[in-house]
């Protein structure tokens, strides 16, 4: 049987590794194409295909096995599908790139085996159509990456003015009018591709703000009708999303990507990420996908192949020196260290695990991996230094923002998600039983209500959250833990404002306890709290605490002051504390805002 082969090049003055950012692009470089979107089924057992695909290729009904793309960055990837059903048997794709002075050269291959040889010609034809679209695309991007503009998006037929106009404005009441007016324009004026999943992080990236103040604003979006917030569960190897859920209620104990055939343990701050998109009242957009497997998915990957049943394949290592760890589908996974003075060549063995699990191989050198399993597998390097863009679900849920506008998101009841670290501190009234009998109950209740807003200002101020008030006491949570400690000393100092001249505040003084440490994510009473022992530990140093002082681990305050924080707090003591349900006693110090001026004394 004949096959339909086209293949082109174009030269683009950007640098390979730029270019590489573009043709990788597989799911934007095939709606720009003019392909038609996938549907995906799940494919079980033996072979490397993951996924059955179901799309429209020039016109014909087909569905084809979904493999892994195989590649190496920033030099060549390519793409095989079985065709299942419809004219074609078998199709290929494959681009490289060959530096060319300044720039490089962009060669596509397209190859095409139809199931009647008498639709060859036809074929040749729709893959010239093909290849040529997916060139003059990569050449536009070229294109606007010389000129350091923006591709300009073809505009939207979707978008609701009315209801656009409505969002906006009511959303500049809230926030930064002009972010407010860059955030409706985006959703106005943005592709499909990026809007699918908005990632409020890289946006503030690629808009250069702050990156907090970016997802404050989509958080604020959500209740105006411009935005709607999504939770994705991201697999640890991957990095890709393997599920998408409305709310955090519908996240298990588990997840599971298919891709990597990994099943993995479910954190807060590391699995679940929040993502939006615009409200579909205000935009609907198509969502695809275009594509599931192009190398622009996971950046994080340097190169990835399919190794056949029982067989061995070389693996190219990357030229820059650093950690990555090998990973063959199934969870089998092994840490590179790439360093000058390692062997040029190294034999790794795939089973149930991998051997050795840690190697270390020169810059370029090339690693043999045998795979002893009796199916195709897929196995990637991975760079294991990377830049997070994740608002992960720890980091969003810790903001007061999204405590107000968002308190029924809570996880599922009985369930308990880990945390690797947060900063945690519990306040408490000094002198607020006398303070009833004082004043009354009325009184007394007002002062307390009072001063919890002076605490949650602070707190916000400072990127925290109140998570809860027991009491007169108020629990807060950081997910940056030196911020955490300066905003405790900015109680301090606002409280002793906020009792200035009242004559209801006399003896009564707010008290503070930090600790910082690993937890759980818990639902308690329909509303995300946090629980163990580093909660335990928070609370007793609170109690060891004297009024308007803040007590705390010595590791931390070292650390913090290295940092050349607590600039305001002098020592006052420091002291073995014995816990409750703590073995050994803790180095604290205990804390005061300094008298006059930054000295205190050393550490």
């Given amino acids: 049987m004949r096959a339909a082969v086209v293949r082109s090049s174009i030269r683009c003055a950007s640098a390979p590794a730029q270019v590489w950012r573009v043709v990788t692009d597989t799911e934007r470089l095939n709606r720009a194409a003019g392909m038609g979107a996938i549907t995906l089924s799940p494919i079980d057992g033996a072979g490397a295909a993951r996924y059955l695909a179901t799309t429209r290729l020039d016109g014909f009904g087909v569905a084809y096995e979904e493999r892994p793309f195989e590649w190496k960055e920033p030099e ?38 139809p199931k009647l040889r008498l639709l060859v010609p036809l074929v040749r034809r729709g893959a010239a159509r093909t290849v040529a679209r997916l060139l003059e695309e990569v050449a536009r991007a070229d294109e606007a990456m010389r000129s350091e503009r923006p591709l300009a998006p073809p505009p939207s037929k979707q978008v609701r ?122 935009r609907p957009i198509d969502a695809g996908p275009y594509c599931i497997g192009g190398p ?127 900063g945690l501190f519990f306040s408490d ?65 606002a409280f002793e404002r906020f009792r200035t001249g009242r004559d209801d505040c006399d003896g009564v003084h707010v008290k503070l306890g930090f600790f910082a440490g690993p937890s759980y994510v818990v639902d308690a009473n329909g509303a995300l709290d946090y629980f163990g022992q580093t909660v335990n530990i928070a609370a007793r140093l609170q109690a060891k605490a004297e009024s308007a002082e803040l007590v705390l681990d010595r590791s931390l305050y070292d650390r913090a002051t290295e940092a050349g924080g607590l600039t305001r707090g002098e020592v006052v003591e420091r002291f073995d504390a014995k816990l409750k349900g703590i073995e050994r006693p803790l180095a604290c110090v205990r804390l005061r805002l300094a008298a006059r001026g930054p000295e205190r004394e050393p550490a």
């Fill in 76 to 113: 060549r990837f390519s793409i095989r599908r079985k065709m299942r059903a419809g004219p074609l048997r078998e199709l290929a794709m494959r681009y490289e790139l060959t530096p060319d002075g300044d720039g490089c050269v962009v060669t596509a291959e397209l190859w095409i085996e």
């Fill in 429 to 493: 009234l000094t002198g607020s039983t006398a303070l009833y009998t004082r004043v009354g109950d009325a009184a007394a209740f007002r002062l307390v209500q009072d001063h919890f807003e002076v605490i949650g200002g602070a707190v916000e101020a400072r990127g925290g959250a109140l998570v809860k008030t027991i009491g007169d006491a108020v629990m807060a949570s950081f997910t940056d833990e030196l911020a955490g400690l300066e905003a405790a000393l900015d109680v301090l100092e």
């Fill in 296 to 422: 622009a998915r996971t950046p994080h990957v340097v190169a990835q192949m399919i190794l056949a049943p029982n067989a061995t394949r070389e693996l190219d290592v990357p030229a820059r020196e650093g950690r990555y760890r090998l990973f063959v589908r199934g969870d089998a996974s092994a840490l590179v260290e790439v360093a000058a003075g390692g062997p040029a060549r190294v034999e790794v063995v795939a089973g149930r695990t991998l051997e050795p699990a840690s190697l270390a191989i020169a810059p370029e050198g090339v690693l043999a991996v045998e795979n002893r399993a009796p199916e195709e597998r897929h196995a990637k390097l991975e760079r294991t230094e990377w830049s997070s863009l994740a608002a992960t679900a720890h980091e969003v849920s810790a903001l007061g923002p999204f405590r107000r506008l968002f308190s029924h998101e809570t996880v599922r009841p009985g369930l308990a998600l880990k945390v690797a670290r947060v």
């Fill in 161 to 282: 003015p009315d209801a656009l106009d409505r969002a906006q404005r009511a959303l500049a009441e809230v926030v930064d009018p002009e972010l407010a007016r860059r955030l409706a324009d985006h959703v106005l004026r943005g592709e499909d591709a990026d809007l699918a999943r908005i990632r409020p992080y890289e946006l503030a990236d690629a808009w250069k703000l702050a990156r907090r103040a970016l997802l404050t604003a989509c958080l604020h979006a959500v209740p105006t009708g411009l935005l709607e917030l999504r939770w994705d569960l991201v697999c640890p190897s991957c990095r890709t999303a393997a599920a998408t859920m409305p709310h955090l209620a519908e996240v298990g104990a588990e997840g599971h990507c298919h891709l990597c055939d990994l099943t993995f343990g479910v954190e807060l701050d590391r699995s679940i990420e929040a993502v939006f998109a615009p409200n579909v009242a205000v």
